[in-house]
């Protein structure tokens, strides 16, 4: 009688003196997976943000299959909140846009055990939706990370480049992700600024197509811990968005302050007596002519109005 697969099996464990069924108490074996780097993002915002940077929090989740978002936080909040949620959503990376004033949109990239973060003001934002760029990838496909040559000169650079790479690269064989390159993200420094871009792989000579969104990360500080700690770096050509709302109101007035000005130059200018002064003696050497009679005679007289007659009307009785 012929054994069957099943039997042949199990004959063969138990010659090797291999159980084929593990015991309640037994420990599972180890799996063997491919996907190493288990690295989670968290993408979150603080109340109060605008309309702008609420797109691009959409936007940059969209992008990044590793990311994990939460609810809003508070404003009576502390930073170091954060840093709790992260660990409850079991994420070593986080992502943390702040609104102030309805306008003005900041962004902190932390790593959350042991630091360092950077905060960033957010300038120039554009999201996908309000561009309409031609370009177009895949949802969840990797990105390749083009950092430009002056992150490796100065050490705060190093620093910011270390976190983009660990934050917006996508770990290989992840779950969520597509094993295809198709896109490209691009960070340039411009005036002492961070400009990111996202283009479009067309073909394998190079030819981009850009596919959004954009923005421009003005650096502010650099800490030595995750939303706190030691202040490493300070960005010195910094201006607040207050400050240079200030300075276009002021140059908005200085228009009236100059028309103010130029209207008393005019008043302490304006002459009070004749436009230019009269010499008497300039009239001493002037000839007097006087017309010859005959010449009067053949004019004539003088032809005046004719004065209209009034009708008397009799009082008839």
């Known amino acids: 009688m012929l054994k069957r697969p099943r039997e042949e099996a199990e004959a063969a464990s138990q010659e090797e003196g291999i159980s084929p069924t593990r015991g309640s108490e037994d420990e599972p074996k180890a799996k063997k997976s491919k996907w190493t780097n288990k690295t989670r993002v968290l993408v979150l915002s603080a109340r109060g943000i605008g309309h702008r940077g609420r797109h691009l929090l959409n936007d940059l989740q969209s992008m990044m299959p590793h990311s994990k978002s939460d609810s809003k936080m508070q404003k009576k909040e502390s930073l170091f909140s954060v840093n709790e949620i992260a660990e409850m959503k079991n994420c070593e990376k986080c992502l943390f846009f702040e609104g102030r004033k309805g306008k003005d949109v900041f962004l902190w990239a932390a790593n959350i055990a042991r630091g360092p973060s950077v905060k960033f003001e957010v300038e120039n934002i554009h999201t996908m939706a309000e561009l ?186």
Not at 151 to 170: D, R
Not at 287 to 303: L, R, S, V, W
């Open 132 to 317: 309409k760029m031609t370009g177009n990838c895949l949802r969840a496909s990797r990105p390749l990370l083009s950092f430009d040559n002056i992150f490796t000169a100065e050490p705060h650079w190093q620093i910011v480049k270390e976190l983009f790479v660990q934050i917006f690269g996508v770990p290989n064989h992840h779950p969520k992700s597509q094993p295809f390159f198709d896109h490209v993200y691009t960070f340039s420094v411009v005036d002492n600024k961070v400009w990111f871009r996202n283009f479009q792989i067309l073909e394998e000579t190079g030819s981009l197509a850009e596919v959004g969104p954009r923005m421009v990360l003005n650096p502010i500080k650099v800490f030595d811990g995750s939303f706190s700690g030691q202040t490493l770096w300070e960005n010195s050509r910094y201006v607040t968005p207050n400050s240079k709302r200030a300075m276009l109101k002021k140059m908005k007035s200085q228009k009236y302050q100059n028309r103010i000005e130029s209207r008393a130059a005019y008043e302490v200018g304006k002459p009070t007596g004749p436009t230019y002064r009269v010499d008497e003696t300039d009239e001493v050497f002037n000839t007097i002519e006087f017309e010859n009679p005959e010449q009067q005679a053949q004019k004539g007289p003088k032809k005046g109005k004719k004065k209209s007659k009034k009708k008397l009307v009799s009082n008839s009785v």
